[in-house]
């Protein structure tokens, strides 16, 4: 593989993918819908956590505007959910999947860019980062906002690392990464050379494969390999 061929952009999710956050998006579900009247232990609240599951990797604001309909309802939801998120953050509930940052490290002295994604919004996003000591370790890290607003499963996320970087020329260059079928589908429509699903997250290597995985891990700490063992 001559090095215009190179898989040097490699896109990678964060709550499950690269973070583990021990289920803390249930939790502070839970709280943001008690705040907007949703009672625990209730068939509505069993509904709609339901519908959060199903949804992993999601944009949190579309899957709140599903859940409570109107705008104002969605975005109270949201408000909610993402403090309740970055409480949970600040009292030390999350830490990084084992390799993970041995992983980003290693991709990143092979020369290639790595760009970190999340469905959340920038100041929760900006909270995980800091919680992990992880605010210099990638160049980029990209919420929906920071691509036109729309976030998994649609491809924008991806593209706007593809643009914003040029690290590569094509996006059949880009490797993305991630633990939900919604990562999956945005993969897959972004047009990505490898959409590796990895097993440390919401969903499981059958659901991961039925939505479009290429290639299926056990953890993101064995991408570095998988990528080599492509290009070799």
């Not at 109107?70 to 970055?86: I, L, P, Q, V």
């Not at 490898?194 to 659901?207: E, L, N, S, Y």
Request: glycine residues 12%.
């Amino acid at each position: 593989m001559t090095d215009t061929d190179k898989l040097n952009l490699i896109v990678l999710d964060m709550a499950g993918t690269t973070v583990a956050d021990g289920g803390l998006v249930e939790e502070a579900f839970s709280a943001a819908a008690e705040r907007l009247g949703v009672a625990a232990g209730s068939a509505d609240h069993a509904a709609k956590l339901d519908h959060v599951r199903a949804t992993m990797g999601e944009s949190k604001i579309s899957v709140f505007r599903h859940l409570f309909g109107d705008e104002d309802r969605a975005r109270r939801a949201n408000t909610a959910f993402e403090e309740a998120y970055g409480e949970l953050v600040g009292a030390g509930r999350i830490a990084p999947i084992p390799g993970a940052r041995e992983a980003i490290e290693a991709l990143q002295a092979e020369g290639r860019t790595v760009v970190l994604t999340t469905g959340f919004a920038r100041t929760t996003q900006d909270a995980i980062l800091a919680a992990l000591g992880w605010r210099d370790l990638v160049t980029l890290t990209l919420c929906p906002a920071d691509a036109g607003g729309r976030g998994r499963p649609y491809p924008d996320m991806i593209l706007a690392a593809f643009l914003r970087t040029g690290a590569v020329d094509a996006v059949g260059r880009v490797v993305v990464a991630g633990d939900t079928s919604y990562d999956m589908l945005s993969g897959v429509r972004s047009g990505a050379g490898i959409v590796a699903g990895v097993r440390t997250g919401a969903h499981d290597g059958d659901r991961l494969t039925a939505h479009g995985a290429t290639h299926v891990i056990a953890s993101v700490a064995e991408l570095p390999d998988l990528i080599a063992r492509a290009e070799a």
